[in-house]
Structure formats: structure tokens, C-alpha cells
């Protein structure tokens, strides 16, 4: 079974295809995965291998070691674009998520003032006001929509119970230009059952969807990494191009590519 792939509460700097030099913030466990989706793709692998043993990182550790990484970085002159928050699982999750938000932003601005703020979110606590507070105060607010087919959602994100689409649509609504919507694009199948959410009513659906949140970049992109779901596949670069150049014209919201 792929496992997870971050062992730390901080990690990186790594190379990120939409947004450079990313510093992680993991607010997962190091040695399992917590999440509200379990998706085909994830590259910190299935839920089903379970949380670990370390628990979530308190906001008081997270804080000290970010504090004592930046130190470092700007005392070398190391470049930095961007702080993310990712990892194994959804940092929405973490029960101060909004107090570590309140942490970073006031770490950045005594390090690197100038280095934007990221947050990859499944936006399945969006209707969380604490949650929904603190992205809005994050540079980019990268909020996840893959498909408004509940049955590909069901193959492709496996979301946990409760998880209503439209509901997600009107609070991703919410934000506005104060959001960015991401979109994994993918095919192939599990299980015995075909997914794809590049076909033409799929895309469709989702163009409308976009057009109703009217979000400030739409990011679209494919599978990078050994997905644990093998069986799916990398969508080549230029239907990736072309896809994007249906968005932008339709939408009239800057698209971004990442194949």
C-alpha cells in the first residue's frame, strides 16, 4: 500500500508545479493520514492506512518549528515563494487550524513579508466559520471541485458522509475572488467502475459551477506522481491545454495548467 509522504510538520522547500518554492506545513500526523476525502489519486496514499501513532502536531509545535525553519532560511538567503498548507490529509481538520493561520501569517511577515500564504483545501469544512474565516485571510485559498457528478465524486473523491455538492458550490460562492478552485483531471477506473471527468458533460457541469462561483483563478491539473489507484492515468499536456483554453473562453476566469 502507498504510504504517506510527508514525515514531518515542516518540510521542503519543494519545487511546486503552480507554485514554486513551497515550504509544507503539515497538520497531519507524520506517520498516518487523516481525511475527509480519500481520494483515488492522493499521492500520501488510501485512508485505510490509517492515522499513525503520532497524532496532530499542537499549535504550539507547529509554530516553534516554523519559527526556528524561516530563522534559518533567511540567515542562509534561501529563496522562498510560498508557505503551503498540505500533507497527509486535510489541515482544515486540525482543531486550531485557524489559531496555526493567525501563527503563520504573523511569522511570514517577520521573515519573509513578501512570500505568499497557501492553504490546499478538499473544501469539505468550508461551512465551518472559524475554517471559512481563516482561508479568507490566506493569500491563496486553493479549494478543491473535481466534478458536480455525484458518481464520479463518489468513485474519484470518496468523500465522507454528509458531503453535499451543491452545498460545496454555494460556499466556495462565497469566497469569490477571494478563491482559487483547483481540478484534478483524470481517467481510468477502480473497482470495476469507470471514472472520467474530462468528458464533455463533465466539463460542462463544471464550467457552470465556476462561472457561479466566479473565483479569482481556476487551477487545473493531472496526476504527477504514482497514484495510488494505478489504473488512472496522466491526461496528456495538450488536451490539458485545450481543456484549459475551453475554460478560459467559457469562463472568462484566468485558467492555470499543470500537467
Known amino acids: 500500500m502507498q504510504r504517506v509522504l510527508f514525515h514531518s510538520t515542516i518540510f521542503g522547500p519543494i519545487r511546486s508545479r503552480r507554485l514554486g518554492s513551497s515550504l509544507g506545513i503539515n497538520l497531519m500526523p507524520d506517520d498516518g493520514k487523516i481525511c475527509s476525502f480519500d481520494c483515488l489519486y492522493c499521492e500520501a496514499g488510501f485512508n485505510a492506512q490509517g492515522p499513525g501513532t503520532t497524532g496532530l502536531p499542537s499549535r504550539d509545535d ?10 534559518a532560511m533567511k540567515e542562509n538567503g534561501e529563496p522562498l515563494d510560498v508557505i503551503t498548507f498540505s500533507g497527509n490529509g486535510e489541515p482544515t481538520l486540525h482543531p486550531d487550524f485557524a489559531g496555526v493561520v493567525d501563527d503563520v501569517i504573523e511569522l511570514r511577515d517577520k521573515y519573509f513579508p513578501s512570500v505568499k500564504i497557501s492553504v490546499l483545501t478538499n473544501s469539505t469544512r468550508l461551512g465551518d466559520k472559524d475554517v471559512a474565516a481563516a482561508l479568507a485571510k490566506v493569500d491563496n485559498n486553493i479549494m478543491k471541485l473535481d466534478s458536480l457528478n455525484e458518481r464520479t ?13 451543491e452545498k460545496t458550490v454555494e460556499r466556495l460562492a462565497a469566497f469569490g475572488k477571494g478563491g482559487i478552485v483547483q481540478t484534478m483531471l483524470t481517467r481510468g477506473s477502480y473497482n470495476g467502475e469507470t471514472v472520467d471527468n474530462t468528458t464533455a458533460e463533465e466539463l460542462d457541469a463544471l464550467i457552470e459551477a465556476y462561472k457561479t462561483i466566479s473565483p479569482r483563478e481556476i487551477m487545473i491539473y493531472t496526476i504527477d506522481r504514482p497514484a495510488p489507484a ?20 467559457r469562463t472568462s476566469i484566468p485558467v492555470q495548467v499543470s500537467c
Open 62 to 71: 507547529v509554530r516553534r518549528m516554523l519559527d526556528e525553519r524561516l530563522c
Open 153 to 165: 465524486v463518489r468513485i474519484l473523491d470518496r468523500p465522507a458522509p454528509g458531503f453535499d455538492i
Open 230 to 249: 494505478a489504473t488512472l492515468e496522466r491526461i496528456p499536456r495538450d488536451e490539458m491545454e485545450r481543456i484549459g483554453n475551453i475554460i478560459r473562453t
